[in-house]
């Protein structure tokens, strides 16, 4: 059945499975196992003689090798380059050291500032009515603030 398909076309169709697996299945572990299966493909075409135990062994070393490569070298590079990812989905966060006007006075340790087209609680010093304040941190949904001179 195979004599009649060169077998690196077949090392570039689990590859282009793989690939699409990664897909369906985020998380970059079938896109390097298909990157093997890819490199795999192109060395077969290289060297058309080599056998199926040479080439299992080989694909095992070029997945393994390429999960490696990933997790070592791209991963952590790629984590570097995403400022303020690691507070992603934490907008609260993201507003520490920012500074906001009063859109309600803080009376007894409660107002409101504006932050965007929002407005959200906060909770200091006692202060009037448009005054700047600067986030110190988050507590749930409330902004821990402090007077800007």
């Known amino acids: 059945m195979f004599e009649s398909i060169a077998t690196h076309y077949l090392w ?15 998380g970059y572990f079938l896109l390097w196992i298909g990157i093997a299966a890819a490199a795999m493909g192109v060395l077969l075409w290289l060297l058309p003689t ?8 080989l694909f095992a070393l070029l997945a393994v090798a390429a999960c490696v490569l990933y997790a070592r070298l791209l991963r952590p590079r ?28 803080i009376v007894n340790g ?33 902004l821990q603030v402090r007077a800007v001179a």
């Open 50 to 57: 080599l056998g199926l135990l040479a080439q299992a062994v």
């Open 12 to 26: 570039w169709i689990l590859a282009l499975l793989l690939i699409a697996g990664e897909i369906l299945l985020p």
């Open 110 to 142: 409660r107002g409101k500032a504006r932050v965007g087209d929002g407005q959200w609680l906060v909770s200091g010093p006692d202060l009037p009515l448009g005054a700047t304040v600067e986030v110190l941190a988050v507590e749930g949904t409330t």
């Open 78 to 105: 790629l984590e570097r380059r995403a400022p303020g990812s690691e507070r992603l989905n934490r907008r609260g966060e993201q507003m520490i050291g920012q500074r906001y006007e009063l859109v309600e006075p």
